[in-house]
């Protein structure tokens, strides 16, 4: 679906964002919390031609309502997911968690299979849905026995692709994206036991799970980050305009 036609005018899809929040004071911020999104997000589904809308973390009790305001849904990066929410105690190397931010975004993962809106997830994203649908987390590579892959590539700027995937065939990354495809990786969590109604369709050289989408419903998550890659890789902006135009 492209533009959606609404009284004989074709209105642009409007892309809901789920936000992140500075807690801490800043002084870029003379000291106030704020509500934001990368930037990348918001260009790329410009680009794509949609309309982006922030949506800040709030109530789970208004996720419904939200949800009923936008066409689609993209989940971004940011905080580690609490184990809280795949009933396991936190490990000693889990970092940052906003407990606040994770039931809000499982409540709009609920409200969006429910309302049947797709969903986009990037990194932390796809990890939050996998948990919401049943899944879990490595809460750190290191309890990966087969890790052998640096899955955080600072200092490396996030416009290099420092990593190989591969991109598994009869896939909806595979309509867009080579078998082989390099990215870019900031993650330390990582899919662990896969959520019943998701699927792997992109894997990193050691074996992590690195994409996933359903068979049954409008999902479709990738571990990497192309909203900080859209500008110079026509491949990742190809990712939002798929997303914003036909998902």
């Not at 959606?4 to 899809?13: A, D, R, T, V």
């Not at 106030?32 to 973390?57: E, S």
């Not at 305001?69 to 795949?86: H, T, W």
Request: charged share 15%; glycine share 6%.
């Amino acid at each position: 679906m492209s533009n959606l036609l609404l009284g004989g005018i074709f209105m642009s899809p409007i892309i809901g964002i789920a936000g992140n929040q500075l807690i801490r004071a800043t002084d870029t911020f003379q000291g106030n919390q704020v509500t934001y999104t990368p930037q990348g997000f918001v260009n790329a589904v410009q680009q794509a031609g949609g309309l982006p809308m922030i949506l800040p973390i709030s109530e789970p009790s208004s996720a419904s309502s939200y949800v009923q305001r936008i066409d689609k849904l993209i989940l971004a990066g940011g905080q580690d997911v609490s184990p809280q929410l795949y009933h396991e105690a936190p490990h000693p190397k889990l970092m940052e968690t906003n407990l606040q931010r994770d039931h809000f975004e499982e409540a709009l993962i609920k409200e969006a299979l429910k309302q049947k809106k797709p969903i986009l997830a990037v990194c932390r994203g796809m990890q939050l849905l996998n948990v919401a649908l049943g899944g879990s987390l490595y809460q750190d590579l290191s309890l990966y026995s087969d890790w052998s892959v640096k899955h955080d590539q600072f200092p490396t700027e996030p416009q290099f692709a420092t990593h190989e995937v591969t991109i598994l065939t009869d896939t909806t990354l595979n309509k867009f994206l080579p078998t082989s495809y390099f990215v870019n990786s900031y993650h330390h969590q990582a899919v662990k036991e896969l959520a019943p109604d998701l699927k792997a369709i992109a894997l990193s050289p050691d074996g992590l799970i690195e994409g996933v989408e359903s068979t049954e419903l409008k999902l479709l998550g990738v571990q990497w980050h192309p909203e900080l890659t859209h500008r110079t890789n026509p491949l990742d902006q190809q990712l939002f305009t798929y997303f914003v135009q036909e998902y």
